[in-house]
């Protein structure tokens, strides 16, 4: 699978430099040349940076392990995850990272949410039968992150503030929704193809508990400015962060544990993960320099606004579709497209608007597809892009239809 994308990505980039040559703009050819050139400086800038990190939590989660604590927290979401992973064994370490992985991703916790990820898929790795093909819980997991919901997109909130929006948090609920339905769509999608039974008490029991959970923060975040809103969710990401930290280690400690060693040995595979990354890293970020580089993406955003205008449709969402385009690609350049629809179109604008919830609203696909998958040396992925991109186009419509209802 990952060699027929890979593939493809050049292929397109090939027919957008010719296009761009017969139409006289020879400058496609430098651009896609630094674009190479970038995209391998880029990936060893990205592993590099990571290793701090990585070394970090994989030293703390293998003492959190050892005292019994990880294991603690993933009781709290062992049955609902018991349900849809249905081939890892109850009480397996997998469901201790993959819950502290994404309730890092629920808090905006970036810094601690990629090393937990890559540890959580270490965990669904050894479980792994075939090497180097993705199983049913791995897909499961990696779509949950390319969906996964941010309560509070702080960032997202900044940028309008600093634009001068003037209400920077009132696009809160739509951002929500829209990730909600991505997160939805995501494990929809992931059931259908895996047959997955999803109707059924528990499952439905903690949905009904994270709808009543979001629910509450919704109500209390509205009676809040957005410098309170930054304040509260910044304390509780840092007060959560914390907890973990000083429990593991402590806990560890009282229980006997050789806390400095058990610490040592876990950051020696951060560090050896973290380089393992490099060429999956540059893999992807070369495709995807070169579609950029190319004008590809450029045309693709033409070709949307083009049938929108013929079907004579509104063709507002347009103006914001650059965001939409860039975000399973890079989300650095997502940020980049936000900022420029704000500043062109106006930070209130409908544009404006709808390029932020965008941007709060999914995940970089490929880049988490790479890095996770790169990090175990998965090569057939099997349907989990397929099922990410659907989690994405999901999201994206119901941005753009909640932006209409909110502000059309």
Same mark, same amino acid.
Request: with cysteine; aromatic share 10%.
């Given at each position: 699978?990952?060699?027929?994308?890979?593939?493809?990505?050049?292929?397109?980039?090939?027919?957008?430099?010719?296009?761009?040559?017969?139409?006289?703009?020879?400058?496609?050819?430098?651009?896609?040349?630094?674009?190479?050139?970038?995209?391998?400086?880029?990936?060893?800038?990205?592993?590099?940076?990571?290793?701090?990190?990585?070394?970090?939590?994989?030293?703390?989660?293998?003492?959190?392990?050892?005292?019994?604590?990880?294991?603690?927290?993933?009781?709290?979401?062992?049955?609902?995850?018991?349900?849809?992973?249905?081939?890892?064994? #109850?009480?397996?370490?997998?469901?201790?990272?993959?819950?502290?992985?994404?309730?890092?991703?629920?808090?905006?916790?970036? /810094?601690?949410?990629?090393?937990?990820?890559?540890?959580?898929?270490?965990?669904?790795?050894?479980?792994?039968?075939?090497?180097?093909?993705?199983?049913?819980?791995?897909?499961?997991?990696?779509?949950?992150?390319?969906?996964?919901?941010?309560?509070?997109?702080?960032?997202?909130?900044?940028?309008?503030?600093?634009?001068?929006?003037?209400?920077?948090?009132?696009?809160?609920?739509?951002?929500?929704?829209?990730?909600?339905?991505?997160?939805?769509?995501?494990?929809?999608?992931?059931?259908?193809?895996? #047959?997955?039974?999803?109707?059924?008490?528990?499952?439905?029991?903690?949905?009904?508990?994270?709808?009543?959970?979001?629910? *509450?923060?919704?109500?209390?975040?509205?009676?809040?400015?957005?410098?309170?809103?930054?304040?509260?969710?910044?304390?509780?990401?840092?007060?959560?962060?914390?907890?973990?930290?000083?429990?593991?280690?402590?806990?560890?400690?009282?229980?006997?544990?050789?806390?400095?060693?058990?610490?040592?040995?876990?950051?020696?595979?951060?560090?050896?993960?973290?380089?393992?990354?490099?060429?999956?890293?540059?893999?992807?970020?070369?495709?995807?320099?070169?579609? %950029?580089?190319?004008?590809?993406?450029?045309?693709?955003? /033409?070709?949307?606004?083009?049938?929108? *205008?013929?079907?004579?449709?509104?063709? %507002?969402?347009?103006?914001?579709?650059?965001?939409?385009?860039?975000?399973?690609?890079?989300?650095?350049?997502?940020?980049?497209?936000?900022?420029?629809?704000?500043?062109?179109?106006?930070?209130?604008?409908?544009?404006?608007?709808?390029?932020?919830?965008?941007?709060?609203?999914?995940?970089?696909?490929?880049?988490?597809?790479?890095?996770?998958?790169?990090?175990?040396?998965?090569?057939?992925? #099997?349907?989990?892009?397929?099922?990410?991109?659907?989690?994405?186009?999901?999201?994206?419509?119901?941005?753009?239809?909640?932006?209409?209802?909110?502000?059309?």
């Amino acid at each position: 699978m990952l060699n027929k994308i890979w593939f493809s990505f050049f292929a397109v980039a090939l027919s957008a430099i010719f296009i761009q040559l017969l139409s006289g703009n020879v400058g496609v050819l430098s651009q896609s040349v630094e674009a190479i050139f970038s995209s391998a400086k880029l990936a060893a800038e990205i592993a590099l940076g990571l290793i701090g990190v990585l070394c970090l939590w994989m030293g703390l989660m293998r003492v959190g392990e050892k005292a019994g604590v990880v294991a603690f927290f993933s009781r709290a979401f062992e049955p609902l995850l018991s349900r849809l992973m249905p081939e890892v064994p #109850r009480g397996h370490p997998a469901y201790g990272s993959v819950t502290m992985n994404l309730t890092a991703n629920m808090l905006g916790l970036d /810094n601690a949410a990629t090393p937990l990820g890559l540890k959580a898929m270490q965990d669904l790795q050894s479980l792994n039968p075939v090497e180097h093909t993705a199983t049913n819980a791995q897909i499961l997991f990696l779509v949950l992150n390319t969906s996964s919901i941010t309560l509070v997109p702080v960032t997202v909130f900044l940028y309008r503030a600093q634009q001068g929006a003037a209400a920077p948090a009132d696009i809160f609920l739509p951002i929500l929704l829209a990730t909600s339905a991505s997160t939805l769509a995501g494990v929809l999608a992931v059931a259908i193809v895996q #047959r997955l039974s999803i109707l059924n008490t528990v499952v439905i029991a903690y949905a009904a508990g994270i709808l009543a959970t979001l629910t *509450a923060l919704i109500f209390y975040l509205s009676t809040l400015t957005v410098t309170a809103i930054g304040e509260v969710s910044t304390a509780m990401g840092n007060g959560i962060l914390l907890l973990l930290i000083f429990s593991f280690v402590l806990v560890a400690g009282l229980r006997k544990v050789a806390v400095y060693d058990e610490f040592i040995e876990g950051a020696k595979e951060g560090f050896a993960q973290s380089i393992k990354l490099i060429p999956y890293l540059l893999a992807m970020l070369l495709a995807i320099g070169l579609l %950029r580089a190319s004008g590809a993406l450029e045309y693709l955003l /033409n070709t949307i606004a083009g049938i929108v *205008a013929f079907a004579g449709g509104d063709t %507002r969402f347009v103006d914001a579709m650059p965001t939409a385009i860039m975000k399973p690609f890079s989300g650095s350049g997502a940020r980049a497209m936000m900022l420029e629809t704000m500043q062109y179109y106006g930070v209130d604008s409908f544009a404006g608007r709808l390029a932020a919830i965008l941007q709060g609203s999914t995940e970089t696909t490929f880049y988490v597809l790479a890095v996770y998958f790169g990090a175990v040396g998965i090569r057939n992925g #099997r349907h989990a892009l397929a099922c990410g991109l659907f989690a994405d186009l999901a999201g994206i419509v119901a941005a753009i239809l909640v932006c209409y209802q909110f502000y059309g």
